[in-house]
């Protein structure tokens, strides 16, 4: 199912609709989608490098706003969307093990966590903030920094490097992006340790 989804998103890329399929799927990842936005912003970026900024902002404002439909389905509507969701991708034992285990401070790590590497899925990180109660107007801002700072570095990635950086991103990113979420949880336990 997975490969078949993928496979489905990369011909997205060389439709001329593009640009909406790339705002609808990085609106409907932050929320229910198991595809990240990045399978579909990578192509588009190497087939048209000059409109590699408006392809970051386009994934960027998508997923922020996804995000916060994200943190709508868990204030407003936990048992009629989300868990159903979170049944769906196998993701709802995860989910309550997290909402039983976080604090406010830790929420919003991973807000940032999820947001640059998925770590934990970002679609769990939103809906969790929702049902939390997490401010909405801080959670929005912590999506735009995270979120629009990751769409953001990929287009002056491919901007300064052009599409030879495309390796690059797809095998190591994740690798650098996943390093950059563990170092960030270690220092918020390292940082709760020093509090006690």
Sequence with gaps: MLRRLYDWTMRLAERPSAELWLFVISFVESSIFLVPAEVLFLPMAIANPRKVWRYGLIAALGSILGGVAG?????????????????????LDDFETLKSA????????????SGVAHLPPLKVVTILSGVLQVNLLVFFLAAVVARGGKFMLLSWLFAR?????????????NMIAGSAAVALILAYFLYLALKH
């Design 161 to 173: 490097y052009g599409s030879p950086i495309r390796d690059f991103i797809e095998r190591r990113l």
């Design 102 to 113: 976080v604090s406010l401070e830790l929420v919003m790590l991973f807000l940032f966590t």
């Design 71 to 91: 943190w709508m389905i868990g204030y407003y509507a936990f048992e009629a969307i989300a868990k159903p969701i979170l049944e769906f991708y196998g993701k």
